[in-house]
């Protein structure tokens, strides 16, 4: 059902039509039939007028005195077996059987309705006849007159019904606008007043759903919290003991050197779940605010720097200061796995370059590394979640859970970004370049 | 040096106590707000270790009201949410570092190092990186034991370095560090001024991390 409303109307006038048409003809046959009595009367009136006339005998006469009924009404006065009377439209022999009653008869190349009945003395007859055609037209002029308007009436009657549809339909049309127009993540109940009782029900539904929803959205968002909270405190409770242990071990220790790999590395895949967890688009509750990426960029590489600085390599920041609108935090992740991940395949003494630029359409982030760089066939299976390059046997040995790109794609798409991979300007290795459109030059204004 | 530790978990704060004590400090455990609060009435540490989910009472409030009595008291904070807002918060509420969980006890010590030489309480005022070292008392400068001349702001710049070895300080971290608000900062001040540093120190030591800032260590 393309619309209710174009439903009604055509069902509706469809239903109005049809009880038209049937008690149309339904009337038209009892019209008919009572004009037809209508007209015998009359003849009966007429038969017992001319037999008041006095008889003169054989001076056919014509009764038509309009042109325009000519012929339409005929009469023969018979006695005694001979005619006495007749009207010109008639033969001499007579027109209907000396029989009483009503007779339909051909003559004069047309069809009567004869009446035939007896005069006062009961000698002779009295033959009245009236055009069956014209009696016929007569009657369907009367008939036809009274439908038409009826007839006309029907796309009026069309015209009223959509709009009353239409005006009836309207808490219906409002409480879709309302329901379209609410933003993605706006689950604030809808308004019922003035709405009719049929959508009370369905607007107290929806409403329950929503709460139901912002209530749920509520616990998911309070269970990345508190699970942050839950991993994180025995993680660092493993830290602290490794620290102490390792102090009072006092000497360089294998087990403990992998006993704290392997916590750090619980460690970063707890911390990218978690991340991937609140960056997820329908979780997140995106808090844009203007910032300058350049400024974020130099400050996440100064964060890392420690790790890059292990490995003896070149970080460097070009570019300039580009503001933008964005979540502070999802820029901030994406930058650090970007940077990590540059930093994690790139072997010892490589080099890391990022830029920021501002341009016509925006902001582009690119992040290149000198590493092995990837095949062009991996660049799209790289996002997939716990997918690696290489299987978990990675070439580089590094230790990763395959998370770090699926969430900077997260990200990306919170902002609208276009994220590509390429080979970077180095002899060889990747680029991620991320183009951030200016909120100006962004489709959707929601998130602006 | 006495610290006050305010952790309501028990075996992160036991490891704590213990690793902080291997470092010469002396530490009170408390486990609630409530408790940290009339610890510091009875007797006030040196220093705070205060983490922000605590059982009783917020951190950030247990901070706001030691804060009305004690403006200056060092606050480290520790918290195991993330979130940006939750730093600017600590940070807004009057505390002088922050530090979330899961941290390095190498960098819970740097931290702790940095707020006791603000104290100026320390026994050892020297900072010492290599062949290089730098007391904060005398403002003494010494590579290999040979004392070298700096200027005011070279020294500044150097101990505010030195000061965050292996944190990569940016110019405009540096530039609030060496000028006062308001002050005339020529654009390349901070350049000039590594420059010359650089050349009385040993090839090498300040790395620069270009587009971001300078490094030690």
Known sequence: MKSIRTFLVVVLLATITLIVFISALRGYRSSMQQTELLFDVQLQDIAELLDELPVEPMAPIDVQAEPARE???AFQIWNAGFLRQRSANTPDTPIAPFELGYHDTNFSNHR???LARQDGKGEGWILVAERADIRFRLAEDVILKAVTPIIFGMPIAGLLIWFVVGYGMKPLRRLAGELSGKASDDLSPLSDDRSPAELTQVIQSTNDLLTRLAASFEREKRFAADAAHELRTPISVLKIHLHNLAHDLSSDNQNVARLSDGIERMNHLVEQILALYRVTPDQFMANFTSLDLYELARDVIGESYPAFAAKDQTVELTGSSSPMVGDRFALQTLLQNLLSNAGKYTPNGGEVLITVEPNAQGTTLTVEDSGPGIEPEEYERVFERFYRVGGDRHASGQPGCGLGLAIVRHIAQLH????????SSFEHGLMVRVDFKSSASRVNPDHA | MPVLLVEDDRDLAGGLKHALQNEGFAVNHVTTGGAALAAIEADVPDMIILDIG???MD?????????????????LL???????????AGLDSGADDYLSKPFDMGELLARL????????????NDISIGTLSLDTATRAVCVDGDPIELSRREYMLLKALMENAGRVQTREALETKLYSWGEEVASNAIEVHIHNLRKKLVPGFIKTVRGVGYVVG
């Open chain 1, 71 to 73: 012929g339409a009404i």
């Open chain 1, 112 to 114: 009567w309705r004869v």
């Open chain 1, 416 to 423: 609208e970004a276009q994220i590509t991979l390429q080979p």
């Open chain 2, 54 to 56: 605590l059982p009783d």
């Open chain 2, 59 to 75: 951190g950030l409030t247990v901070l706001k009201r030691l804060r009305v009595v004690h403006p200056a008291l060092p606050v």
């Open chain 2, 78 to 88: 520790l918290t195991a949410r993330s979130s940006l807002d939750d730093k600017v």
């Open chain 2, 113 to 124: 190092r940095v707020l006791q030489r603000r104290l100026g309480t320390v026994k050892s």
